[in-house]
């Protein structure tokens, strides 16, 4: 039965080889026998550019070329890895798509998306999001030396874990509402998408019809993988073993 898999917020970095040995046999075992791959944002935990050419970051691109010579493989930005550009997706062998892209899913119309501009609530970081998706502000860091963006990216990881810490649950969650707006400004009844770390399938109505949200988990503590089928819809986990 034909299948395709979907992942994101995998956070990777060369601090956390049980994520990347998780993704490694992902990428090896099963990636390949799919239809298609999706990487829905937030592969790693920060890119700083793709000048930033690293033992690491080549090796993950490595990987994935080598899946996409059998699969084809597509991207959407994530609030950790905006900044990833032509040069590493090209290495990677990654398609890239719209920060909201509809697709065909086996007849199924269906909306992909990080999801970040769903927290509608978290005013402080939609702020940062419209500026950092802006035309300026990327060409500006981009062009400052390494090291600096290597600063820059530190203290600013350091201050969001600080304020997330007094964020309530709902304010760092979807905006149901703003879902719904979402769902029918594409006209779908089916939307995936990341960035919450909270996986779960679930109900909703949109275009006056039932829809579904399915929400993809995180890669800290186990491999989270959805896997579409014609007639299924899978949320799976591998455990790093």
């Keep these: 039965m034909p299948f395709t898999y979907f992942i994101a917020d995998l956070h990777l970095s060369a601090e956390r080889e049980d994520i990347t040995q998780c993704l490694m046999r992902f990428l090896k075992e099963e990636a390949p026998k799919a239809d298609a791959l999706y990487v829905l944002g937030d592969l790693f935990e920060v890119w700083i550019g793709d000048d930033n050419v690293t033992p690491f970051n080549t090796f993950i691109a490595d990987a994935f070329k080598r899946v996409s010579q059998h699969c084809p493989i597509y991207f959407i930005h994530g609030n950790r890895d905006f900044a990833i550009r032509q040069t590493w997706l090209d290495k990677a062998g990654m398609t890239l798509l719209n920060e909201q892209e509809v697709v ?72 149901p509402e703003e879902v719904v707006k979402t769902m029918e400004k594409w006209g779908v009844q089916r939307m995936i998408h990341g960035h919450t770390h909270r996986p779960n399938i679930h109900s909703l109505t949109a275009n006056n019809k039932p829809a579904t949200r399915i929400v993809l988990g995180d890669w800290y503590d186990q491999g989270s993988i959805l896997k579409v089928t014609p007639s299924e819809v899978m949320l799976q986990h591998h455990n790093f073993l």
Aim: proline content about 6%; aromatic content about 12%.
């Design 104 to 175: 065909d899913l086996y007849g199924t119309p269906t909306l992909l998306t990080h999801g970040d501009e769903l927290c509608t609530k978290d005013v402080a970081y939609q702020k940062f999001r419209k500026k950092s998706r802006g035309w300026w502000w990327p060409r500006l860091m981009l062009a400052l030396p390494l090291w600096y963006r290597r600063r820059v990216a530190e203290n600013g990881r350091a201050e969001s874990k600080a304020n997330q810490q007094n964020l309530k649950p709902e304010i760092m969650d979807v905006t």
